[in-house]
């Protein structure tokens, strides 16, 4: 099988490039990446010395580009796209433009090349906030912020292609993921850097915003799950099993990295920050066998480890710049390295 992997020189994209270069089945891996602030080619690594792997430059938009590069595969896995919540409260427009317009280019592709298996990547911030209780797939999606909005779009724009034209297509709802790299704008690596450098980190409001966490590697083992097994016009949640709220999270990150609540500091919550996600994936598991297996405090270690041991790949992305955020907290001035979504 011969798989195009948008966006994979980003975080969760290039875990499963690579991933896919350890499959012996796997006869040829290319990534299409724009590289924009968020692609690395540092994050394929040990991929491009693969004769497997090829590495195409360019944007899912590029109607003939697409076109061209999906010539000759079966699979498609895609996961390129705009992702961090606090740039779309700014440029809604490029989440559009990226998630949703790149998408309707590349299922019309898919269409038009007879793709065997096509999986859209997706997030649990689709179906919005959860006071209480866990989304399933055939959950109503309410989306509030620009980029959960783009992905909701996307996700339909996926399964219309299904719909309309047989497009062999599943969608991956998945949690917050974590590991190594990926952007320190990210909660995250945004705290474990800050504190590395000996700087304080911030917490909207009290802190009380709950996601769930899954290691990356744990979300590329569920895809490739789904890539081989899913059933065409199906919805798989990919969820991790541990529930936090943002200040649960921040007292790990302390303690891995050696630092008191001194280092804390409470700011105005966003817009829209969603009070709660949590999603049901026991139709990965009882369909797929999907199980998540990395231990959290582990890999919250580990994942500090490779920051602390990789400063080239992620301090020259920590430029502080001032930038207004609109909306109804617009009195608050903050530093690109200060917002964050959980
Ligand atoms: P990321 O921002 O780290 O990487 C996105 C990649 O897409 C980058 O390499 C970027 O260069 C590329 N890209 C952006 N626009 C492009 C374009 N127009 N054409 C080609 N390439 C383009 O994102 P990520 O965290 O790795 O997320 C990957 C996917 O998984 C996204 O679809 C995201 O919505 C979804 N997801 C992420 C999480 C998470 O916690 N990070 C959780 C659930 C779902």
Redesign the pocket.
């Known amino acids: 099988m011969k798989v195009l992997i948008?966006?994979?020189?980003?975080?969760?994209?290039s875990h499963f490039a690579k991933r896919m270069l350890d499959a012996e089945d796997i006869e040829q891996v290319t990534v299409?990446?724009?590289?924009?602030y968020?692609?690395h080619r540092t994050n394929l690594g040990r991929a491009f010395l693969s004769p497997k792997f090829e590495f195409v430059h360019?944007?899912?938009?590029d109607v003939h580009l697409v076109n061209e590069v999906m010539r000759g595969h079966q699979a498609v896995v895609h996961?390129?796209?705009?992702?961090?919540v606090d740039r779309s409260l700014k440029a809604a427009a490029q989440f559009v433009e990226?998630n949703v317009h790149?998408t309707q280019n590349l299922v019309d592709a898919a269409v038009r090349h007879h793709i065997e298996r096509f999986v859209h990547?997706?997030?649990?911030e689709v179906y919005g906030p959860l006071l209480n209780g866990e989304a399933t797939e055939d959950f109503p999606l309410r989306p509030t912020v620009p980029y959960a909005a783009s992905?909701a779009a996307s996700d339909l724009v996926a399964r219309s292609a299904w719909h309309t034209y047989g497009l062999p297509l599943m969608v991956t709802r998945?949690?917050?993921?974590f590991g190594p790299c990926?952007?320190p704008e990210?909660i995250i690596p945004l705290f474990v850097t800050r504190l590395l450098r000996g700087e304080k980190v911030t917490l909207h409001s009290r802190g009380q915003h709950v996601r769930n966490w899954l290691h990356v590697e744990d979300h590329c083992a569920g895809v490739e799950l789904v890539l081989r097994r899913g059933e065409p016009g199906e919805i798989y949640n990919l969820g991790g099993g541990t529930d936090l709220t943002s200040k649960e999270l921040t007292g790990l990150l302390l303690d891995i990295s050696g630092a008191d609540w001194d280092a804390v500091t409470y700011i105005q919550d966003r817009p829209s920050n969603d009070a709660r996600y949590a999603l049901d994936w026991s139709k990965a598991c009882k369909q797929l066998g999907y199980q998540p297996v990395r231990d959290l405090g582990d890999g919250l270690r580990e994942t500090a480890a490779w920051y602390r041991d990789n400063p080239d790949r992620w301090a020259p992305l920590t430029t502080s710049t001032v930038v207004p955020v609109p909306g109804p907290g617009a009195a608050t001035l903050r530093t690109v390295q200060e917002p964050h979504h959980v």
């Open positions: 948008t966006g994979g020189a980003g975080f969760i994209g299409l990446d724009a590289l924009t968020a692609g360019g944007n899912i938009c996961f390129a796209a705009e992702s961090h990226t790149g990547v997706s997030t649990d992905k998945s949690s917050n993921n990926q952007n990210k």
